[in-house]
C-alpha cells in the first residue's frame, strides 16, 4: 500500500442480487457511516437493476456505486446493452471494464475494452479495467507478456490517475479460492506500473487493484503487497460481514 494512493476496495457482485439483496448493502452502509473519515475508498457495482436503488441507499455515505460493463457508443440500437452514460444517470460514478468473464463470454478483445473504457471516461465514470493472465498462459510462462499486451491495448486515451484504476485478476483465480503469492502478486503489479509509465504521465498515482479469491483471511497480507492499492472482490462481497473485514484492512 502506497502513501500516495487511496486504496481501493471494490466489490463486484456479477450477476447475483435481486432487490433483496440491497439489506446487506445497507449493512455495509451502516458499517461504513461508523467510520467519520474512511482512509479508502468503497466500491460496490451490482448487477444493473439495482445501480439507483443501490445509489440512493448509498446517499450521505462514503460508499459509491458502479457498474459491471458499459456499451462504447453513448446511445442506440443495441437491444439488451446499457451506455456508460446510463450508469452515471442511474447514479454510478465507476464501471469495470474487460472482465475476463466478459473477455470469455462475450469474446471481448482489448480493442473493445478499450472503447468501453473510453465510453466510461466520456460519461464522467472511473473506469476500472481489468486485466489477469490463464492459467495455461502462466503456466507457459507468458503472464507479463500478456498483462503487457493487456494494459497497452484496454487503456482508454485520456487515461489519468483520476479516471482509470487497473484490477489485476489472475483468471485462474476467480472463484476458485486459488491466489497468486505475495512474491507473485508483486512481480505482476510491479510489471503493470512499469508498463502504465510508458502510457501515463501521472502513472505513479493509478490504483492497481489485486482481484482474484480475496477473502477476509488473505486480504491484509495481499493488501500489503507493494504496489497493490486496494481489491476488486467478487465472492466475498455479497454479504456485508465477509466484505466489511477486508475493507477494514485498508480503512
Ligand atoms: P472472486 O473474489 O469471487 O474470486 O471474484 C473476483 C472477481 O472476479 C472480481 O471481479
Same mark, same amino acid.
Given at each position: 500500500?502506497?502513501?500516495q494512493r487511496r486504496p481501493?476496495?471494490?466489490?463486484?457482485?456479477?450477476?447475483?442480487?435481486?432487490?433483496?439483496?440491497?439489506?446487506?448493502?445497507?449493512?455495509?452502509?451502516?458499517?461504513?457511516?461508523?467510520?467519520?473519515?474512511?482512509? %479508502? $475508498?468503497?466500491?460496490? %457495482?451490482?448487477?444493473?437493476?439495482?445501480?439507483?436503488k443501490m445509489a440512493d441507499l448509498a446517499k450521505g455515505s462514503s460508499v459509491a456505486i458502479g457498474g459491471q460493463d458499459c456499451h462504447a457508443a453513448e446511445s442506440g440500437a443495441h437491444t439488451g446493452?446499457?451506455?456508460a452514460e446510463m450508469i452515471k444517470d442511474a447514479g454510478g460514478s465507476h464501471c469495470i471494464v474487460g472482465h475476463s468473464e466478459r473477455r470469455a463470454d462475450h469474446n471481448e478483445s482489448n480493442a473493445t475494452v478499450k472503447a468501453k473504457a473510453e465510453a466510461a471516461l466520456r460519461a464522467g465514470l472511473v473506469a476500472i479495467v481489468c486485466v489477469g493472465e490463464t492459467l495455461?498462459?502462466?503456466?507457459? $510462462?507468458?503472464t507479463l507478456d500478456i498483462i503487457s499486451d493487456q494494459v497497452k491495448n484496454s487503456l482508454p486515451a485520456g487515461a489519468t490517475a483520476a479516471n482509470t484504476v487497473i484490477a489485476y485478476e489472475p483468471v485462474w483465480?476467480?472463484?476458485?479460492?486459488?491466489?497468486?503469492?505475495?512474491?507473485?502478486?508483486?512481480?505482476?503489479?510491479?510489471?503493470?506500473?512499469?508498463?502504465?509509465?510508458?502510457?501515463?504521465?501521472?502513472?505513479?498515482?493509478?490504483?492497481?487493484?489485486?482481484?482474484?479469491?480475496?477473502?477476509?483471511?488473505?486480504?491484509?497480507?495481499?493488501?500489503?503487497?507493494?504496489?497493490?492499492?486496494?481489491?476488486?472482490v467478487g465472492g466475498a462481497s455479497l454479504k456485508a460481514a465477509d466484505f466489511w473485514p477486508i475493507v477494514e484492512t485498508s480503512i
Open positions: 500500500m502506497s502513501q481501493l476496495i471494490a466489490g463486484n457482485w456479477k450477476m447475483n442480487g435481486l432487490a433483496a439483496a440491497t439489506g446487506e448493502f445497507i449493512e455495509l452502509v451502516r458499517l461504513s457511516k461508523e467510520k467519520d473519515n474512511p482512509a %479508502c $475508498d468503497i466500491l460496490i %457495482c451490482p448487477p444493473a437493476t439495482l445501480i439507483s446493452d446499457i451506455a495455461a498462459e502462466r503456466e507457459a $510462462d507468458r483465480a476467480i472463484g476458485t479460492g486459488k491466489t497468486p503469492t505475495p512474491l507473485d502478486v508483486a512481480a505482476v503489479h510491479a510489471h503493470i506500473r512499469k508498463e502504465l509509465g510508458t502510457l501515463m504521465h501521472d502513472s505513479a498515482a493509478v490504483r492497481v487493484l489485486y482481484g482474484g479469491s480475496v477473502k477476509g483471511s488473505n486480504a491484509a497480507e495481499l493488501m500489503a503487497v507493494e504496489n497493490v492499492d486496494g481489491a476488486l
